[in-house]
């Protein structure tokens, strides 16, 4: 089975500067994503490459945590993989054509790794779990972003 991607962007008027501080600060994520509601650090976490998290997400009055290790965080791109190797989640940001504004791109990827271990948790629900994800996906990166954009852009950053 391939990777599974996908991968949305949008303009903001912020300065990238701005937005990346928005998406590296991972505790504000319940801000943003229909999906995830709380992340708390683990203690002694910086954020920085190879700091641990957990998120606390709910759909559909289902509840689960998920631990994520922070994978790149140079400034530019901010990621994470959740699992291990479950998910891998990436904002990256660049200057937009505009002055004082950024193109920001969510990606996520459900690799091999994360079907199998989905097909491993859930056998019998398997098939549905991984046909429905890039369609969820899809809808929460279109969420998630537009509520960042309007983060970004009332100047809540």
């Known amino acids: 089975m391939p990777t599974l991607t996908h ?10 500067e701005e937005v990346y501080a928005l998406v ?7 801000e943003s994503s229909p999906v995830c509601r709380e992340v708390v650090w683990d203690e002694g976490a910086t954020g ?15 509840v689960w945590e998920t631990r994520n290790q922070v994978t790149v965080a140079d400034g530019l791109s901010y990621g994470w993989t959740t699992g291990p190797g479950m998910s891998h989640w990436v ?7 505009e002055p004082g504004t950024s193109v920001l791109t969510e990606s996520w990827e459900f690799p091999e790794t994360g079907q199998d271990a989905i097909r491993a948790k859930f056998p019998e629900r398997a098939d549905g779990i991984i046909a ?3 369609g969820n996906a899809e809808v929460g990166i279109a969420a998630t972003l537009a509520a960042m954009k309007q983060i970004l852009e009332s100047a809540a950053v």
């Open 24 to 30: 590296s600060d991972v505790a504000r994520m319940g």
């Open 132 to 134: 429905a994800a890039p």
């Open 48 to 62: 920085e490459v190879g700091s641990f998290f957990t998120g606390r997400n709910e759909v559909e009055g289902r």
């Open 91 to 97: 904002y990256s940001v660049v200057a937009g054509e």
């Open 7 to 16: 991968s949305a962007s949008v303009t903001v008027a912020a300065t990238p």
